[in-house]
């Protein structure tokens, strides 16, 4: 089947502009994580979805973004104003549950440069 | 700061030999699991081991597990040019909501 998709691949903006960041994930998947990975670093939480509640929103870095779910299945994440220090490869997750022994399924990521 | 660190950061061996990489983490742990990423894109499962799990095995992989000194390897036999990729560790914290924390990554080239 049909693994999480994340679109768009690659998305140049510039600084000061609005971004979305959309993901599909593995249908039936009540689960979803959205990650941030610098050059050569791991990957840095953002936020969870269990259904369309975000029981945690502590990874965001700031109030310039934002993420929402709908109908239990695609994902949005949002970043306003946009800076240089947002250019990052965004990958997106999910798993049947949000239990402690199920395994993520990622998507392919959108390498996002802010010039 | 990072739950899971892996080390070394850079490993370049020959076609055929091991690798062998390593994670340490700080706090109590249900699970962990290792991850693997080619060319800075999504990254994919590799394998799961428990708490009360010391070994496991999948194909040429090895996942050993000491919870006394807070620390897992991952060892790959007989490597291949194919095995080229980043390994990450994720550690599934005791308690609390499960968000899975990974480290910076093994960066593995084997070279043909």
């Known amino acids: 089947g049909a693994g999480v998709s994340q679109s768009p691949s690659n998305k140049v903006t510039e600084k000061g502009k609005d971004v979305e960041l959309r993901c599909d994930p593995i249908?039936?998947?009540?689960?979803l994580y959205w990650y941030r990975q610098s050059l050569g670093q791991g990957l840095e939480f953002l936020i969870y979805?269990?259904?369309?509640?975000?029981?945690?929103k502590s990874g965001l870095p700031s109030d310039r973004f934002s993420a929402e779910r709908t109908g239990g299945s695609v994902s949005t994440l949002t970043i306003q104003r946009t800076q240089q220090e947002d250019s990052a490869v965004y990958l997106c997750?999910?798993?049947?549950?949000?239990?402690?022994?199920?395994?993520?399924?990622f998507g392919p990521g959108t390498r996002l440069l802010v010039l | 700061s990072q739950q899971g660190e892996e080390d070394p950061q850079a490993l370049s061996i020959q076609e055929g030999e091991n690798a062998t990489m390593n994670c340490s983490y700080k706090t109590s742990i249900n699970n962990l699991q290792w991850y693997r990423q080619n060319s800075g894109r999504g990254l994919v499962h590799l394998i799961l081991i428990r708490s009360n799990e010391r070994e496991k095995h999948s194909g040429r992989l090895r996942v050993t597990l000491d919870t006394s000194k807070k620390s897992s390897s991952l060892l790959i036999t007989a490597s291949r040019a194919a095995d080229t990729a980043s390994y990450f560790c994720?550690?599934?914290?005791?308690?609390?909501?499960?968000?899975?924390?990974f480290g910076r990554g093994t960066s593995l080239i084997v070279h043909p």
């Open positions: 997750a999910s798993s049947i549950t949000s239990g402690r022994t199920e395994t993520q399924y």
């Open positions: 249908s039936g998947h009540t689960a």
């Open positions: 994720a550690t599934a914290v005791s308690g609390g909501s499960y968000i899975p924390t």
């Open positions: 979805f269990q259904g369309n509640s975000a029981p945690d």
